[in-house]
Structures are given as structure tokens and as C-alpha cells.
């Protein structure tokens, strides 16, 4: 199994939990839910739809039968929100919120000319797609996205573009196609030093 292949099994891995555990994860107070595993990320609405968007849009790169855990792992989310919409659309608007936060505290490191946080950019990123995977599901019905949020977003992609390096994707070259250059173009590429 190739390194990519290794990755996008992860993924469905974690998309599985995360879906089994979103009825609790919604009804809860906690933003950042640990699910339970060491080696796997906290659960987030944003974390969840980042993986969905990569996994369906990838799905030709897995085997039947993960594509048929993708369904149903994406089934269990749905069901499990459908009765919750409105605090569903709460809980994406907080973490927005601080995914926002936390990637503006990032780039302000980057300004400071910090060499490790540019080293780090590969995995840092990531926030920023998080960010985008939350504003895409903001903006699709039944939800409604806060446009003050949305305008932050525009400002940190504003300042970030002045000092950006356009290059190379930072991820697994097979992950191209669920993430088009014109719309994510802070993978393709990296701040300038």
C-alpha cells in the first residue's frame, strides 16, 4: 500500500469514528471532542467535513468496500445532525470562529519571520482547509454563513497572498484532484521566507 493509499484508509478510519460519535459530539458543550484514540485528531465538524470532501472526491482512489464505509460513515453523519440543525450551525460558526483564531495566530508567527513555523507549513495548512471546509457547508442549505466570518477569512487570505510563493502541492500529489488550484491555492505553493 502506498503511502497516499495508507493516508486516505486513515482518513475513512477517523470519518467512521467521528460520524459514529457526532449525535453525542452535537448534543455536547465541547468545541474540540476527544474521540477516545491516541492517534487520532479531536472531533470537529470541521475536522469531519474536511475528511468527507477528500474522501468523496477521491473516491475513485478507494476499493469498493471503503467506498461503501464512506457511505455509510457519511449516512450516520447525516442522520445524526438532521434533527440539529440550527445547533449544528451554531457549533461550525464557533469553531469557525477559532479556526480563524488559530490560523491568524499562524500566518502573525510567519510574519515574525519564525523558521519553524515556515517548516511547518505542510501541516499547518491544513487549518486553512478546515476553514474552507466549514465556510462551504456554511453557505449550502439549510445553513446560512456569517459573513462577518466570511470577511475575515478574506482578509487572512488577503495578507497571505502578498507574501505567497506560488509552487508545488504540499500534500500527497493524489489528493490534487479533491482540491483545485483556483479555489485552494494556499496548497499550491508556500509563504515566502
Known amino acids: 500500500m502506498t503511502s497516499s493509499e495508507e ?7 477517523i ?16 468545541l474540540f471532542w476527544p474521540m477516545g484514540y491516541s492517534d487520532m485528531p479531536m472531533l470537529t465538524l470541521g475536522g469531519y467535513w474536511l475528511r468527507q470532501h477528500r474522501l468523496t472526491a477521491l473516491r475513485a482512489l478507494l476499493t469498493s468496500e471503503q467506498q461503501s464505509q464512506l457511505d455509510a460513515a457519511v449516512q ?13 450551525e451554531q457549533r ?18 510567519l510574519a515574525d519571520k519564525k523558521s519553524a513555523e ?10 486553512r482547509a ?13 445553513y446560512a454563513l456569517d459573513q ?3 470577511g475575515a477569512t478574506v482578509s ?3 495578507g497571505l497572498r502578498a507574501r505567497f510563493a506560488s509552487g508545488e502541492f504540499v500534500w500527497p500529489e493524489e489528493w490534487q484532484p479533491a482540491y483545485p488550484e483556483a479555489e485552494y491555492w494556499y496548497l499550491y505553493g508556500r509563504p515566502k521566507a
Open 7 to 13: 493516508k486516505l484508509a486513515q482518513d475513512l478510519e
Open 15 to 30: 470519518l467512521q469514528v467521528m460520524a459514529d460519535q457526532m449525535d453525542d459530539y452535537v448534543r455536547s458543550e465541547t
Open 76 to 88: 450516520t453523519f447525516n442522520t445524526a445532525v438532521s434533527d440539529w440543525v440550527v445547533r449544528t
Open 92 to 109: 461550525a460558526h464557533t469553531e469557525l470562529e477559532a479556526r480563524i483564531r488559530q490560523w491568524g495566530e499562524y500566518l502573525r508567527d
Open 118 to 127: 515556515m517548516a511547518s507549513y505542510p501541516a499547518q495548512v491544513e487549518v
Open 130 to 142: 478546515i476553514i474552507a471546509a466549514l465556510v462551504n457547508h456554511l453557505q449550502q442549505s439549510p
Open 148 to 150: 462577518k466570518l466570511a
Open 156 to 158: 487572512l487570505d488577503k
